[in-house]
């Protein structure tokens, strides 16, 4: 009996450590884990500290694919695409006589808009080797006065992106490489960084070389300069451009420039369509906001597998939110127009046969009470809502939190909602240029809706569903 006992306190004696450390071990995992979590509940809300996504793992062992892209050499990928449109679209010549000129005609003019990016980001590649040997023209965006003044006004978000699709063109029809400088009130690099295209350029590498600054802001100084002549700053090598404005369309007028609107066929593209392919060309999220943004999709349950409606309510000087005190402008939404865009909305489920556990509805507004009322109202229909949190802000303003100067990420959240409207499968906009060149992102399906002596007028273009009615939002209503 006591040799046994001994034995025991002796076994006790060795386990006893192996036990404590165990314990140690599972107490640090937990913790591990509970901060883990935590962290990713605040990553993107906090805004202070985000750290790059790790990178993804490579599926090719599970699903090995074979990818291939175009010939890198652009005149011998020109030579094999002419060959390959008659080749291909010949065929129809066998069937009916005159039909395969047509097809191959049709073809080169819908692809002649690649043929604008590729020769456009060529150029760029050349330019930003050797700065100092090519044109420019650079969309400018500082602040050198006060704040408020008229040297520090660019716009929210819809005109700067608005303005440098202008800009970007205004490069395509004069053979001028691309730039983008805009550091007020923070770096956009923070948010968007190139795609396709390199934007991106220290400035210093100019100096020296003959410059204008043309300001293109409301009221506009020069915009009949785009109207009147092949280039009315063709005497200067680099031309900063300020402006918050959409000139396109008086670009496409300017009878200079024919040779290289027919070269490209832009004329047979829509502006939505010439607009969103700059944007994809010029703009994507930076990997500090794709890791917010990704936060955000596995934050919600089956998020890829749901329809997303987002409805994006632009109030305006009316929402009594400090940001925006100032923008009283007569075009931007009545607040007794909310049914309107929530009618709206659900109409487009309704006519889809679409289950109230298959829809998702994004709400963003510069009037956190009017989103809150379309909230709870989709939530009693039935309906999942989500809304992102955080300061709001009018990215022409600088925002200083308590105890902190830096600017950095303070409008992530004006930054993140745009990116989000973009990748909805449906959307529902005000008259405001965030909303549409989100829609102008991807074009998808989009209807606009804005106000008419107190009536809910709808432009649907690009709309897809069914509207029954059009009516004040007091008695908009929805039928089977």
Request: charged share 20%; proline share 4%; net charge neutral.
């Amino acid at each position: 009996m006591t040799q046994r006992l001994e034995r025991a306190l002796f076994l006790h004696g060795r386990l006893r450590p192996n036990l404590l450390f165990a314990n140690l071990l599972l107490l640090c995992i937990v913790i591990g884990l509970y901060l883990h979590l935590a962290g990713q509940s605040h990553l993107w809300s906090s805004g202070t500290v985000v750290s790059h996504p790790p990178g993804a793992n490579s599926l090719n062992s599970l699903a090995p694919i074979n990818l291939q892209s175009p010939n890198s050499d652009a005149e011998v990928r020109r030579r094999r695409f002419d060959a390959r449109v008659h080749e291909v679209f010949g065929i129809a010549g066998q069937a009916a006589s005159g039909r395969s000129h047509i097809a191959s005609e049709h073809v080169t003019r819908r692809l002649g808009i690649n043929r604008m990016f590729q020769d456009s980001e060529a150029l760029n590649v050349q330019a930003r080797a050797d700065p100092p040997s090519f044109r420019w023209v650079v969309f400018t965006c500082h602040c050198a006065g006060d704040i408020g003044g008229p040297d520090c006004i660019c716009g929210g978000l819809g005109d700067r992106l608005k303005g440098c699709v202008s800009a970007y063109y205004y490069g395509v029809f004069t053979n001028r490489a691309f730039a983008i400088s805009m550091t007020f009130p923070d770096d956009v690099r923070s948010y968007l960084v190139p795609s396709n295209l390199d934007w991106s350029l220290d400035l210093a590498k100019l100096h020296g070389r003959t410059e204008v600054t043309v300001n293109l802001i409301d009221p506009p100084d020069d915009d009949r300069a785009l109207l009147d002549g092949p280039d009315s700053w063709n005497d200067y090598d680099v031309v900063y451009v300020r402006t918050n404005r959409d000139l396109l369309s008086k670009m496409l007028q300017n009878h200079s420039w024919q040779l290289t609107r027919e070269k490209y066929s832009l004329q047979n593209y829509h502006r939505e369509s010439l607009v969103g392919s700059a944007l994809r060309t010029l703009f994507q999220a930076s990997p500090r906001m794709e890791h917010m943004l990704e936060s955000i999709r596995k934050s919600i349950p089956n998020y890829r597998r749901l329809i997303k409606i987002g409805i994006q309510f632009r109030a305006g000087g009316q929402t009594g939110e400090g940001a925006f005190e100032h923008d009283t402008g007569g075009h931007r939404t009545s607040l007794d127009m909310a049914n309107c865009f929530i009618a709206r909305a659900v109409q487009f489920a309704l006519d889809r046969r679409l289950r109230t556990d298959e829809v998702v509805y994004f709400l963003t507004s510069d009037h956190e009470a009017i989103q809150s009322q379309m909230s709870e109202t989709l939530n009693d229909l039935g309906y999942k809502t989500f809304t992102t949190t955080g300061p709001l802000t009018h990215i022409d303003k600088p925002v200083h939190e308590a105890g902190d100067q830096s600017q950095e990420m303070k409008h992530r959240r004006t930054y993140i909602d745009w990116f989000l409207e973009a990748e909805m499968d449906y959307l529902v906009i005000s008259r405001s240029g965030f909303g549409e060149t989100a829609h102008f992102y991807t074009l998808n399906p989009t209807v606009r809706i804005r106000s008419v002596e107190n009536n809910c007028v709808f432009d649907n273009s690009t709309d897809h569903s069914l509207w029954p009615v059009t009516s004040s939002s007091k008695g908009a209503f929805m039928t089977d």
